[in-house]
């Protein structure tokens, strides 16, 4: 199995590059993912997965070496990224935890990125999340990565979220800023 980056950097035989945009209805952002991933039309926000849906595992969703990226959302109002760190720490307890500075296409200067991670067990299938909560443009976001603990194409798959979730565009009124 072959993972297909933004870059088309790892593609199998076969596989087309290039990518697709999603656009939030909503108006506030859009971004670019690999053209060979599958987007989620039933989700709230912007799902995507390395599978067909037809693959999909009932209560756990994902295939073995599937995986998954979102944006569950933007926040807005007087929330902070550390207090929606933290909700979402109750549901996952996080394992580590770091800042780190990361370079948006959309940024003239790096951004500030907490990124953490945590585990979570069903039976005897364990997940491994990666999350980044960040403010583009003053917009708050959080960002995530999900797949199987100890999934070999682990590092493929972060090398995908860090150019999917770099690709963010902010939008003003439905259209690109700056169009």
Same mark, same amino acid.
């Given at each position: 199995? =072959? /993972? ?85 720490? &109750? ?5 580590? &935890?770091?800042? /780190? ?41 959080? =960002? ?36």
């Amino acid at each position: 199995m =072959a /993972i297909s980056l933004l870059a088309g950097v790892i593609i199998s035989p076969g596989q087309t590059t290039g990518t697709s945009i999603y656009s939030d209805p909503k108006g506030i952002y859009s971004v670019a993912y690999p053209r060979t991933w599958y987007l989620d039309a039933r989700a709230q926000g912007f799902r995507v997965y390395n599978f067909p849906p037809s693959k999909r595992v009932p209560q756990i969703v994902l295939p073995k070496y599937g995986a998954g990226i979102t944006f569950p959302g933007h926040r807005s109002g007087s929330s902070t990224i550390e207090a929606w760190i933290e909700e979402n720490n &109750r549901r996952f307890p996080i394992e580590s &935890r770091e800042k /780190i500075k990361v370079s948006f296409s959309a940024e003239s200067k790096p951004v500030e990125v907490v990124e953490t991670v945590s585990h979570w067990k069903t039976g005897d299938v364990e997940f491994e999340y990666i999350d980044w909560y960040f403010n583009l443009n003053t917009v708050p976001f959080q =960002a995530n990565l999900f797949y199987y603990r100890g999934d070999a194409y682990r590092s493929e798959l972060k090398e995908v979220f860090r150019q999917v979730v770099t690709s963010l565009q902010i939008m003003k009124s439905g259209k690109m800023e700056g169009s």
